[in-house]
T-cell receptor
Framework: RKEVEQDPGPFNVPEGATVAFNCTYSNSASQSFFWYRQDCRKEPKLLMSVYSSGNEDGRFTAQLNRASQYISLLIRDSKLSDSATYLCVVNGGAGSYQLTFGKGTKLSVIP | GAVVSQHPSRVICKSGTSVKIECRSLDFQATTMFWYRQFPKQSLMLMATSNEGSKATYEQGVEKDKFLINHASLTLSTLTVTSAHPEDSSFYIC???????????????FGPGTRLLVL
């Protein structure tokens, strides 16, 4: 079983649409969860951390379900600049700073 | 935000040569640096973890004698791909962890990556 699994997409959505990405992880000891975005041929950049209570940053909302080992990212009012690959990332457990990356979900926002 | 630089950004070399990639944390001291490799349409794969002043810890399947890591200071780590072969062609990315920006030690800041092409 893959450690961090994501739907690769692509998700092609019109500007202004709401889009949701899901992710599952296999390591039940993971304590920290993140969403990164990666633009084509660039390094990953932290989008947001994901907290147990769920958290929101502007148009972005992240949710975590520890029981199901499931993480989600919701993007509202999509912009053209949101086009990128979104990476679900988890750490290796308590005290571990090693990160495990999913393959990413590609999003294309079209005019 | 915290800045991590990598040099060179891209390199083309002949098979059999060695290539050194530098990773620097520019505005903070990096307690730990990580080296990743990403093949096209694949996820980032951790190659090794290095703490300043100590030997790197390599992930399973990564040859430590082929990928030499030196982390001599809190702001610089180097990865040397020795006797590079075409199958080593990839996107190599470093990240650094330390007290920077938000003061969260869990945050890793990524360098811009180095594209290696071995002919």
């Amino acid at each position: 079983r893959k450690e961090v699994e994501q739907d690769p997409g692509p998700f092609n959505v019109p500007e202004g649409a709401t889009v949701a990405f899901n992710c599952t992880y296999s390591n039940s000891a993971s304590q920290s969860f993140f969403w990164y975005r990666q633009d084509c041929r660039k390094e990953p950049k932290l989008l947001m951390s994901v907290y147990s209570s769920g958290n929101e940053d502007g148009r972005f909302t992240a949710q975590l379900n520890r029981a199901s080992q499931y993480i989600s990212l919701l993007i509202r009012d999509s912009k053209l600049s949101d086009s990128a690959t979104y990476l679900c990332v988890v750490n290796g457990g308590a005290g571990s700073y090693q990160l495990t990356f999913g393959k990413g979900t590609k999003l294309s926002v079209i005019p | 935000g915290a800045v991590v630089s990598q040099h060179p950004s891209r390199v083309i070399c002949k098979s059999g040569t060695s290539v050194k990639i530098e990773c620097r944390s520019l505005d903070f001291q990096a307690t730990t640096m990580f080296w990743y490799r990403q093949f096209p349409k694949q996820s980032l794969m951790l190659m090794a973890t290095s703490n300043e002043g100590s030997k790197a810890t390599y992930e399973q399947g990564v040859e430590k004698d082929k990928f030499l890591i030196n982390h001599a200071s809190l702001t610089l780590s180097t990865l040397t791909v020795t006797s590079a072969h075409p199958e080593d062609s990839s996107f190599y990315i470093c990240s650094a962890r330390g007290l920077a920006g938000n003061g969260n030690l869990e945050t890793q800041y990524f360098g811009p990556g180095t594209r290696l092409l071995v002919l």
